[in-house]
């Protein structure tokens, strides 16, 4: 049930781009994702609802496509702050209380 | 505004005692969660509330107990801690199904 996320790991130089995808077998209604520092809470970035909405903050964006239950968070002209780990969590239709996260990405951004 | 607490912020148990988590939030959120961090293992679900006086399993509420008495409050109890139980756990809550604000976390070691 847990969704699957890659890749797993992911080293970047500054200005460089990547994607990270969240893939789930189930029907989803929404899609959350978040970043983790080392040490640190997890710290929200953004929501995607069923509809293949996409959303979008500065350099970081995603996409969810219900139909495929996949989401894809993309980070442009990464910066070393982005470094991190990054997880989605996904919420199926009904089930209003549970956000069950995948495995997370580590993300590392060279100078 | 605090946001999300938790207390205690480490804790070493011997196998077999007992301990209580308590998460509190003073956004007047509905919905509060306990999640368990392992290395590799991403964020997993115990239990969860979305409401005063409400609670609901997760993915993985075997060997955990909970409460929430009060709005602000959700406490997370070991009865009867193990090694496996050996873990970083986070506290959120939220106003709906939205954004999650998470605490600082909880690294417990259980010997």
């Known amino acids: 049930q847990q969704p699957v996320q890659s890749p797993q790991a992911v080293i970047l130089r500054e200005g460089e781009d990547a994607v990270i995808n969240c893939s789930s077998s189930k029907a989803l209604y929404s899609v959350h994702w978040y970043r983790q520092k080392h040490g640190e809470a997890p710290v929200f970035l953004m929501i995607l609802l069923k509809g293949g909405e996409q959303k979008g903050h500065e350099k970081i964006s995603a996409s969810f496509n219900e139909k495929k239950q996949q989401s894809s968070l993309y980070l442009t002209a990464s910066q070393l702050s982005y470094s991190g780990t990054y997880f989605c969590?996904?919420?199926?239709?009904?089930?209003?209380?549970?956000?069950?996260f995948g495995q997370g990405t580590t993300l590392q951004v060279k100078p | 505004n605090a946001g999300v607490t938790q207390t205690p912020k480490f804790r070493v148990l011997k196998t077999g005692q007992s301990m209580t988590l308590l998460c509190a939030q003073d956004m007047n959120h509905e919905y509060m969660y306990w999640y368990r961090q392992d290395p590799g293992m991403g964020l997993r679900l115990i239990h969860y509330?979305?409401?005063?006086?409400?609670?609901a399993k997760g993915e993985v509420p075997d060997g955990y107990n909970v409460s929430r008495l009060k709005k602000q409050n959700f406490l997370l109890g070991l009865e009867s801690a193990a090694p496996s139980q050996t873990s970083v756990y986070f506290c959120?809550?939220?106003?709906?199904?939205?954004?999650?604000?998470f605490g600082p976390g909880t690294r417990l070691t259980v010997l």
């Open positions: 959120a809550s939220s106003y709906s199904v939205g954004e999650q604000f």
């Open positions: 509330s979305v409401g005063e006086g409400t609670t």
């Open positions: 969590g996904t919420r199926r239709p009904g089930n209003t209380g549970k956000l069950i």
